[in-house]
């Protein structure tokens, strides 16, 4: 509800200015960037820097979210912190998740800012993960052709074909 809302937001800002020394950070113009990985920062430090975050990250709701997906046994890898003001950018920050171990995982992601059309949430391309695989599986069988293989043109070219193999007639 608002209250959780308003304690994780307070939370985050609060971690951004910690200087914890467990916290990964990335610049970015307008706004912040934080990640740590839960299972490799001291239970007392959880407590003190993200106890609302934790106790979302325990809630009967994602336990049960993660079990029904995931199986028993699951873990938390990795929280992300993104904290962006809008900008003047409709469509900015895209990137893409991979995972080198492949195994499956469950993303969640929570606004801490109201949106609406103007600021935007959380968007994606559907299958756009299989682009990605197949990026990395050739680089990976074809060294030599690693810079190729990422230049832009040769990006926007294999992302092209992918969608027209993808998108309905």
Request: aromatic share 10%; hydrophobic share 40%; proline share 5%.
């Amino acid at each position: 509800g608002p209250q959780e809302t308003k304690a994780l937001r307070r939370e985050a800002f609060a971690l951004n200015e910690s200087g914890a020394e467990w916290l990964g950070a990335a610049d970015v113009a307008n706004g912040f960037f934080r990640h740590f990985a839960p299972s490799s920062v001291p239970a007392a430090a959880l407590a003190t820097h993200v106890p609302e975050t934790m106790r979302l990250m325990g809630s009967p709701l994602v336990e049960a979210l993660s079990d029904r997906y995931l199986g028993k046994d699951w873990s938390i890898r990795r929280i992300i912190i993104d904290y962006r003001t809008p900008d003047e950018t409709p469509l900015t920050h895209w990137h893409s998740d991979y995972f080198r171990d492949k195994q499956t995982c469950l993303k969640f992601y929570l606004n801490l800012v109201d949106i609406d059309g103007d600021n935007g949430a959380f968007a994606y391309i559907p299958r756009s993960h299989a682009l990605l695989k197949r990026l990395i599986d050739n680089i990976g069988k074809e060294a030599d052709r690693v810079s190729r293989l990422l230049s832009i043109d040769d990006i926007r070219q294999e992302a092209r074909g992918f969608i027209a193999r993808i998108s309905p007639l």
